[in-house]
């Protein structure tokens, strides 16, 4: 069974920098498509980031380029988000998630979370509040 497991949520100052981590059981995230999505209150969700494979190219989605970062410690098999200069649109559940690979291209953060639903997991999420 995979289990996704999603931490280091919390509060924190507009400015500030948090980091996420996911630890995963019963799959490696090496060779599968990984990446985080959030869900702010009354909002749909949004992808943050996403790569076709653990080595393939980073997607960032428009609202956090050149301040979210995303990363992977194989050894780990534990997926990262690192979030600098945060802002308060920035606040809301964070999600990670992994799936089976077959998808890529420029589109990829289009569709990245449709196949995540049909051919993935997700964690339970991890609150983050920015204040301002």
């Known amino acids: 069974e995979v289990q996704l497991v999603e931490s280091g949520g919390g509060l924190v100052q507009a400015g500030g920098s948090l980091r996420l981590s996911c630890a995963a059981s019963g799959i490696t995230f090496e060779g599968h498509t990984i990446g985080w999505f959030r869900q702010a209150p009354g909002k749909e969700r949004e992808v943050i980031s996403c790569s076709s494979s653990s080595a393939g190219t980073i997607h960032y989605g428009d609202p956090v380029k050149g301040r979210f970062t995303m990363s992977l410690d194989n050894a780990k098999n534990t997926l990262y988000l690192q979030m600098d200069s945060m802002k308060s649109d920035d606040t809301a559940v964070y999600y990670c998630?992994?799936?089976?690979?077959?998808?890529?291209?420029?589109?990829?953060?289009?569709?990245?979370?449709?196949?995540?639903?049909?051919?993935?997991?997700w964690g339970q999420g991890t609150q983050v509040t920015v204040s301002s």
């Open positions: 998630g992994v799936g089976v690979g077959g998808i890529s291209g420029p589109a990829l953060l289009t569709v990245w979370l449709q196949w995540i639903e049909r051919f993935g997991s």
